[in-house]
């Protein structure tokens, strides 16, 4: 957990995860999320930190399901979404070729990667950053516009991204929505855990 969280943190450029309660802190510092905890598994320090937390702009998260999640909230909290943690399977993806014309670009900054696809006419079609730390190889941020998708260009965008990796051992871990879920799964990816985020209800 550790490893996937510090990889992201790298990818968006934020504070590296610390030990807290139980399970582990990123001080995002956004407007729309100020920090995030995020537990591997379940155990008291998670219904003594949520009790705790005042503000709604700062989400518990767990490997577990929300039927696991919710009895260990109070009452006035609430489950914001429900998505999985995958990780990449033995089968090798080769990369799809690209549709006539879209064009993919890749840049490195250190141990980040951002890759982009451009449609014939120059807009963005696709995106997606990863990042690799200690091991972790943990991709982010995928988005296929709405306008491109089934052309393959979610798959040809991974199999880039994959290419960067320093190390062939280091693990590929991502998470991903139910859609997304049945999209990694199709070339080989595998639920590694439920991924649910909770947060104190917003005053109605």
């Not at 957990?1 to 450029?13: I, K, Q």
């Not at 998260?61 to 943690?85: D, T, Y």
């Not at 998470?175 to 990816?189: E, F």
């Amino acid at each position: 957990m550790r490893g996937w969280l510090a990889a992201r943190s790298v990818s968006r450029g934020l504070p590296a995860p610390v030990p807290d309660s139980g399970g582990w802190r990123v001080d995002t510092g956004s407007e729309e999320e100020r920090r995030r905890y995020v537990f591997a598994t379940t155990g008291p320090g998670i219904s003594a930190l949520a009790g705790r937390i005042t503000e709604t702009k700062v989400p518990v998260k767990l490997c577990a399901s929300a039927a696991v999640f919710g009895p260990r909230l109070p009452s006035n909290w609430e489950i914001l979404s429900e998505h999985c943690m995958m990780i990449a399977g033995p089968v090798e993806r080769p990369a799809p070729a690209l549709p006539h014309s879209y064009s993919l670009n890749l840049r490195a900054s250190g141990p980040v990667t951002h890759a982009t696809i451009s449609a014939p006419d120059g807009t963005l079609a696709a995106t997606g950053y990863a990042a690799e730390v200690d091991g972790i190889f943990v991709y982010d941020r995928i988005a296929v516009s709405e306008a491109h998708r089934r052309r393959g260009l979610g798959r040809a965008l991974m199999a880039a991204l994959a290419e960067a990796r320093a190390d062939p051992s280091s693990r590929e871990v991502l998470v991903a929505t139910d859609a997304g879920a049945a999209l990694y799964a199709s070339i080989g990816w595998q639920v590694y855990a439920p991924y649910t985020t909770a947060a104190l209800q917003k005053a109605r």
